[in-house]
């Protein structure tokens, strides 16, 4: 909080200190209970995703919809961050035309028929 007659120094050690305070206790939430068993992990894994099948169930049309837009959206992000870290730059347009590149690659990757959606007879 800034008070009147503060220095700025003081006011950004009351900002890390307060920085540091809400570390320490997002350190101390107790992290969910991970079985080691691989078999316990698998049935953990289905319980995770009965779960999310139930909520989905249980959710409207309209619901699901903007579920769906926000995980594309978000997506797209991810795919922006990356290709503007790959490319090393900060500009957004150089990122936007990058992911388009790779999005049309992968197109014309699909048209070729190069993508197969079962495995081969023999495996």
């Known amino acids: 909080m800034i008070e009147p007659g503060m220095k700025p120094d003081s006011i950004f050690i009351d ?3 307060s920085n ?5 206790q997002l350190m101390t939430i107790q992290k969910p209970n991970i079985p080691p068993n691989p ?6 894994q289905d319980e995770i995703y009965r779960d999310k099948i139930i909520r989905a169930r249980e959710m409207s049309e309209h619901q699901r919809l903007a579920v769906a837009i926000e995980l594309t959206k978000s997506v797209f992000g991810r795919m922006h961050e990356g ?6 730059t900060n500009d957004p347009e150089t990122g936007w035309t990058e992911v388009c590149r790779r999005l049309q690659q992968l197109r014309r990757v699909r048209d070729q028929g190069r ?6 007879e023999n495996q």
């Open 15 to 17: 900002n890390v200190r």
């Open 115 to 120: 993508y197969v959606n079962e495995r081969p």
């Open 39 to 44: 078999i316990d992990l698998n049935n953990f």
């Open 83 to 88: 290709a503007m870290w790959q490319l090393e």
């Open 20 to 24: 540091a305070y809400a570390i320490i």
